[in-house]
């Protein structure tokens, strides 16, 4: 017995030891899962700013009239509705990527007899006065708090006025 001298102190010692960088391992790793998670819903949050934004510009008379009045102006975005605003969503110019003149199908549908107008329609290759499009919308958001930027690149397919997509589109 006495050879032993403190020999299980000692061996206790090396065992709370590895417990404690254990426990202090764990807890970086699990502080460092918090914020994963935290940047995740920060990104979420900026990409869901970012659709309102649009789902609010393209819904503008102005999106197709005059797409730079559209990049004139930033929205702002309250998030979680508690009365301040959390997200700046910055629009660059809408680009027109493509249009074509809807045609009248057999029998029409009613968007197209909309479109017709006054004309008068005896084929199936009649046009009317209104043209499909689709647009390129690009929305910065930034986070008003942390000043993190995220960007969404969207396609939007509209039916407009044929005036309004051959002043926009060119």
Do not use: H
Request: proline share 5%; glycine share 4%.
């Amino acid at each position: 017995m006495k050879r032993q001298s403190g020999m299980t102190l000692f061996v206790a010692m090396i065992i709370l030891v590895m417990i404690t960088l254990l426990v202090t391992s764990a807890f970086k790793v699990s502080n460092t899962n918090v914020k994963i998670v935290s940047g995740m819903q920060g990104r979420q949050e900026a990409i869901a700013a970012s659709q309102s934004a649009i789902e609010t510009t393209i819904s503008s008379a102005f999106f197709t009239q005059n797409p730079a009045i559209v990049a004139a102006n930033p929205v702002t975005v309250d998030i979680n509705a508690d009365g301040v605003d959390d997200y700046t969503v910055t629009l660059d110019q809408p680009r027109c990527l493509r249009t074509a003149p809807v045609v009248l199908s057999n029998p029409p549908t009613q968007l197209q007899l909309d479109c017709a107008g006054s004309s008068r329609f005896p084929g199936a290759t009649t046009p009317t006065w209104c043209s499909n499009t689709i647009w390129e919308v690009v929305a910065t958001t930034t986070d008003k708090l942390t000043a993190a930027q995220t960007t969404v690149r969207q396609g939007v397919g509209m039916t407009v006025e044929i005036t309004s997509a051959k002043s926009s589109c060119k």
